[in-house]
């Protein structure tokens, strides 16, 4: 669903991805790790067509991100087709970016009426099970600040997932909550997992990077130090600084 092959990105001087290598099934939960500055929000920008990558190779369910493919020669895409491009690609930020004059079901409906096309009674009733399903569904009709930073994020999820996406994009979604108010959040991303989402997750949470993920990528400085099953990255990693920034988290 999302493969990088020597993915390079630089601002200026500054390079941020110095060769990213990475594959992520259909299906599957990667965990993305490391410290901050390591270039992790970056490459899933790079993924959603936010950044545009200086060099190597990314491509979405086998399409080049910001190309189409014409014979051998790739054509770069218009801005139309970037947009249609990046309805398929949910994603999840550590500040939750609802819109704050929109009750939660008017921001979940906001996306599938104005560019999905979908009837006002449909997104309605697709959200109320939306809403439903993050738990939320006594909540439709509040703002967003009448909601807890959980909730809110649970509404974010929601609102990604009303446009079906192909693969969901977690960028240290729980970091800004309170501590007592991650597990709901997880306990989402958990349950969208087993339903067989494709999900790449920035997450500091190890104990969710090990029971939920099936790779555990380790990012530093640009490069991806190690990677695999999280069962050993996590516990055993071969590389000192693996080591050195799990010391740190844990
Ligand atoms: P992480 O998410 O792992 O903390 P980021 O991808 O946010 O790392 O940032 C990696 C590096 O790129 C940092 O040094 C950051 O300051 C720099 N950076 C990120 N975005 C920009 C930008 N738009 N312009 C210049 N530098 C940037
Ligand atoms: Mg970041």
């Known amino acids: 669903m999302v493969r990088a092959e020597g993915v390079r990105k630089h601002f200026g001087r500054l390079e941020v991805l110095k060769g990213i290598d990475l594959t992520v099934e259909r299906g599957q939960v990667c965990c993305l790790l490391g410290p901050s500055g390591s270039g992790k929000s970056t490459f899933l920008r790079c993924i959603n067509h936010l950044e545009r990558i200086d060099g190597g190779r990314l491509c979405v369910d086998g399409e080049p991100v910001g ?29 939750f970016n609802l819109f704050p004059h ?50 809110q994020q649970r509404v974010a999820i929601a609102r990604a997932l009303a446009m079906r996406p192909k693969v969901m994009l977690f960028d240290e979604p729980t970091s800004a909550l309170d501590p007592e108010l991650v597990g709901d959040v997880l306990d989402v991303m958990r349950r969208l997992a087993a339903d067989g989402m494709t999900m790449v997750v920035v997450t500091h949470e190890i104990g969710f990077a090990r029971e939920v993920g099936d790779t555990a990528v380790f990012m530093d400085e640009g490069v991806v130090v190690e990677a695999g099953d999280p069962a050993r990255v996590l516990a055993e990693p071969e590389q000192e600084r693996t080591r050195a920034f799990l010391s740190k988290v844990l």
């Open 67 to 95: 190309h189409r493919r014409h014979g051998d020669r790739l054509h770069e895409l218009r801005e139309r087709e970037v947009a249609e491009r990046r309805r398929d690609i949910g994603m999840v930020f550590q500040r």
């Open 102 to 151: 929109m009750t939660a079901l008017e921001n979940i409906t906001e996306a599938p009426v104005r560019v999905g096309g979908t009837s006002r009674a449909d997104a309605r009733e697709q959200a109320l099970l939306l809403l439903e399903e993050v738990g939320l569904r006594d909540r439709a009709h509040h703002y967003p600040a009448q909601l807890s930073g959980g909730q």
